[in-house]
């Protein structure tokens, strides 16, 4: 059986997510990485720090999330941001705002960025070198690492 979630588009009914094979869940993450100690840089990843969405319809979108049961942090005419127990936060901003990544990776609503938190700056440092082996890495003036994904995702 596939899973099911709830899309804003979907005007209320579930949407079926094609069934994600549990091979592709074990294999080795990015094996790929030269140099790099996969395990370490592995641990040093906390977690999602916050999910960036481009949006066309703010209010609608906020809606969308708050009756899903997300904990509403603040809402403002630029932003929507919602804090999970486990302390991510998914961020809806409008299409434009500065701080999507541009061009926009995919046309449409959804998922922009995905902001990865990690233990320590010299792990970062790590994981940053790690992966401009492999692709592109920028850095922001206050020291965020943005790389864009094989697959095309930031």
Excluded: Y
């Amino acid at each position: 059986l596939g899973e099911w979630e709830m899309h804003p588009e979907s005007a209320g009914e579930p949407v079926e997510v094609p069934d994600r094979s549990r091979k592709k869940l074990v294999e080795p993450v990015a094996p790929h990485h030269k140099g790099a100690n996969l395990g370490e840089i592995c641990m040093s990843i906390l977690g999602v720090e916050s999910v960036l969405f481009g949006v066309d319809d703010l209010a609608q979108n906020a809606k969308f999330w708050s009756d899903f049961g997300l904990p509403v942090e603040s809402v403002t005419e630029t932003e929507a941001v919602f804090r999970l127990a486990s302390g991510s936060r998914v961020i809806l901003l409008p299409h434009g705002d500065a701080r999507l990544p541009s061009p926009d990776p995919f046309p449409g609503n959804g998922v922009k960025e995905t902001i990865w938190g990690v233990d320590t700056a010299e792990n970062l440092e790590k994981i940053a070198a790690s992966l401009a082996s492999e692709v592109a890495v920028t850095r922001d003036a206050d020291g965020t690492v943005h790389c864009v994904c094989p697959d095309g995702q930031p």
